[in-house]
């Protein structure tokens, strides 16, 4: 009986430490994201792409697709500064856990089984803007893709930091309907060979 209540009072020491951790971790995020409008750019993007794919008309369409260029640009340049800005946060603040379980600190206890997010968060301004630029000209359907790919795996990667990877693709899958191996598969070469390479897989 003795240890049942021990372990249920550890268990709910874990879960406080858990939950005031990912508190701070999401005003923390939410402070550096305030000062620019990225998630109402991601709206009108996507909100913008499936509309031009349902257009029949090829002048709207193209009309659309010129509007969307602008948005994204927008976006980019925005989304560089924000990562730009999240760099000055302390190294402690930006270590993120790989290990499956979600323990309080574990990124502190055990920092090889931890990324930086400074880096994944240039990584993602990085292949934002190159999706933005299209040097590699892909159609606007294409184009399209690749950069919804791309600010998915990034909208990924700040749930992650946020809560855990577990909680970030459960989120993906109930609101786009994309599992995280194919969010990775989607985005430009670059950003998938940097991204792995960074939270090892």
Sequence with gaps: MEFLTL??????AIHLLKTREQKKRIQLLASHLGRYQIEKLMETLTEGYLRCLGENDPARREQIWKLLDTTEQTLAGQFQRFAADFARVDDADARVSTLPLVLPFAHRLFPAYSFDMRRALAIHARGIAEAAAN????TPRDKAYTMSAELFLMQHTCHWYCRSRAVASARMLARHKTPHAQLVDSVAPATRRDYRALVGG
Excluded at 135 to 138: A, D, G, I, N
């Design 7 to 12: 372990a249920a009072v550890l268990l709910l």
């Design 135 to 138: 040097s590699l000209q892909r």
